[in-house]
Nanobody, 123 residues
Framework: QVQLVESGGGLVQAGGSLRLSCAAS????????MGWFRQAPGKEREFVAG?????AYAESVKGRFTISRDNAKNTVYLQMNSLKPEDSAVYYC???????????????????WGQGTQVTVSS
């Protein structure tokens, strides 16, 4: 059984940075695509970034966020710079099913989910 555990969320001022981590257990990464999504109160869960063979980003975070993975540690990271109040949300790590290495930008494309970590950006 795959388990994902996020960490690194918190409260930061606008313009600041945070790095989120997602540690996976139960099965090694391989090239399985991983994604970060976020959900703000009253809004749908939205794609932020993903990485399989190559990374992909939502337009709203391009140039500010960087996704990376360390397969030796079974961990994926999301470096978030130049944070804005509109980036505030619960951030979720997700993993696609076995051997699916293409990033997709919809939640339905991911089988496994973490519990989420809160990111709050104050103005």
């Amino acid at each position: 059984q795959v388990q994902l555990v996020e960490s690194g969320g918190g409260l930061v001022q606008a313009g600041g940075s945070l790095r989120l981590s997602c540690a996976a257990s139960g099965r090694t990464f391989g090239t399985d695509a991983m994604g970060w999504f976020r959900q703000a109160p009253g809004k749908e869960r939205e794609f932020v970034a993903g990485i399989g063979l190559i990374p992909a980003y939502a337009e709203s975070v391009k140039g500010r966020f960087t996704i990376s993975r360390d397969n030796a540690k079974n961990t994926v990271y999301l470096q978030m710079n130049s944070l804005k109040p509109e980036d505030s949300a619960v951030y979720y790590c997700a993993r696609r099913a076995l051997n699916m290495d293409m990033v997709v930008d919809v939640p339905e494309g991911y089988r496994y989910w973490g519990q989420g970590t809160q990111v709050t950006v104050s103005s």
